[in-house]
Structure formats: structure tokens, C-alpha cells
């Protein structure tokens, strides 16, 4: 069960762990590991977007005749 998750999941499951943090249900060692859990999944979401922005501004600089100015 190695699949890489999407964005999407990636983001789905750091709200629930922030969710599970904020019940103030769980004792402080486990609450410290779920906060390890969602900073590995908002960096890996972080670097999904830096890398969706960089293809997005490659597309628009090699776009036939249109400058990047040009985009809103």
C-alpha cells in the first residue's frame, strides 16, 4: 500500500488529524505524534503546490505568442 496520495487526500487526512487534535481527546505523547503526522502531510502538500506553480509558469512562458503578462 506504498500509493503516492493526491493533493486532495493528502489534504483531507491533515484536516482530520487537526481535527483529532482539536477534540482534546488524546493523551499529550498522542497528540504530539498526530502534530507530527500533519506537518508531514502539509509539507508534502506545500511541495505539490510549488511544483504545480512552476509547471503552471513553464506552460504560460512557452505558451505560442502569449506573454505572461498577459494572464491573469
Do not use: H, Q, W
Amino acid at each position: 500500500m506504498d500509493k503516492e496520495m493526491s493533493f486532495e487526500e493528502n489534504l483531507k487526512e491533515m484536516e482530520r488529524l487537526v481535527e483529532d487534535l482539536e477534540s482534546g481527546k488524546y493523551s499529550l505523547e498522542e497528540s504530539i505524534e498526530i502534530y507530527e503526522k500533519a506537518i508531514t502531510l502539509r509539507e508534502k502538500c506545500r511541495r505539490f503546490l510549488e511544483e504545480s506553480e512552476k509547471k503552471v509558469e513553464k506552460l504560460m512562458a512557452t505558451a505560442n505568442g502569449v506573454e505572461r503578462e498577459e494572464f491573469p
